[in-house]
């Protein structure tokens, strides 16, 4: 079993960066893909990336290609997303998910475990 825990989340203004972090527990984090999905209320929770066991393989949203890197440090037992030149439309609550089977995949249904959550908020 994983348990995830999502840091960083905050204020910041549109063109800003931030920096996520999802540390999870357990000595087999390596084993997992991971993905970042992000809900805001009323909405569907939506993929935004997705990162293979070793880290060399990412997948992204159209929304936030060019803009967002998704990383990893199995180490640390931690992923990340640095979000780039963010925009108000990328606000939301941000959550870590993790797969125990390939692929990655944009499928929310697809992701064995879960974070409770990081808020982002971008200004205008």
């Known amino acids: 079993q994983v348990q995830l825990v999502e840091s960083g989340g905050g204020l910041v203004q549109a063109g800003g960066s931030l920096r996520l972090s999802c540390a999870a527990s357990?000595?087999?984090?390596?084993?997992?893909?991971m993905g970042w999905f992000r809900q805001t209320p009323g909405k569907d929770r939506e993929f935004v990336a997705g990162?293979?066991?070793?880290?060399?393989?990412?997948v992204y949203a159209d929304s936030v290609k060019g803009r967002f890197i998704m990383s990893r440090d199995n180490a640390k037992n931690t992923v990340y997303l640095q979000m780039n030149a963010a925009k108000p439309e990328d606000t939301a609550v941000y959550y870590c998910?993790?797969?125990?089977?390939?692929?990655?995949?944009?499928?929310?249904?697809?992701?064995?475990?879960w974070g409770q959550g990081t808020q982002v908020t971008v200004s205008s």
């Open positions: 990162i293979n066991w070793s880290g060399g393989s990412t």
């Open positions: 998910a993790a797969r125990s089977r390939p692929p990655i995949t944009p499928h929310r249904r697809e992701y064995d475990y």
């Open positions: 357990g000595r087999t984090f390596s084993s997992y893909l």
